[in-house]
């Protein structure tokens, strides 16, 4: 069982940034491939970025490459999502997930944990 508790959204203008952060329970977390989506109201669900266990790994989606870090602390269990030049299209809810997997992945169904998501406002 891994525990995930997301932290960092609020209300930003654009070109602003924000460092969203999620902390993991249990003793095995760098076994997990751990991943940021975000659901804008109305909208499915979508990929943000994912991240490998040892942190070597990273994938971006293309609409946030570029402006978007994703990173790990596998010492504090700790994922983050570090945003820049955040634009109004970015407002979301964001979660952290983690799968237990070899490979990075980008399908939520391949993720088998969730936080219960942190909100996200981009005000223009």
């Known amino acids: 069982q891994v525990q995930l508790v997301e932290s960092g959204g609020g209300m930003v203008q654009a070109g602003g940034s924000l460092r969203l952060s999620c902390a993991a329970s249990?003793?095995?977390?760098?076994?997990?491939?751990m991943g940021w989506f975000r659901q804008a109201p109305g909208k499915e669900r979508e990929f943000v970025a994912a991240?490998?266990?040892?942190?070597?790994?990273?994938f971006h989606a293309t609409s946030v490459r570029g402006r978007f870090t994703v990173s790990r602390d596998n010492a504090k269990n700790m994922v983050y999502l570090q945003m820049n030049s955040l634009k109004p299209e970015d407002t979301a809810v964001y979660y952290c997930?983690?799968?237990?997997?070899?490979?990075?992945?980008?399908?939520?169904?391949?993720?088998?944990?969730w936080g219960q998501g942190t909100q996200v406002t981009v005000s223009s």
């Open positions: 997930a983690a799968a237990l997997s070899d490979v990075v992945v980008a399908l939520s169904f391949r993720y088998n944990y």
């Open positions: 249990g003793s095995t977390f760098s076994s997990y491939v």
């Open positions: 991240i490998s266990g040892s942190g070597e790994v990273t």
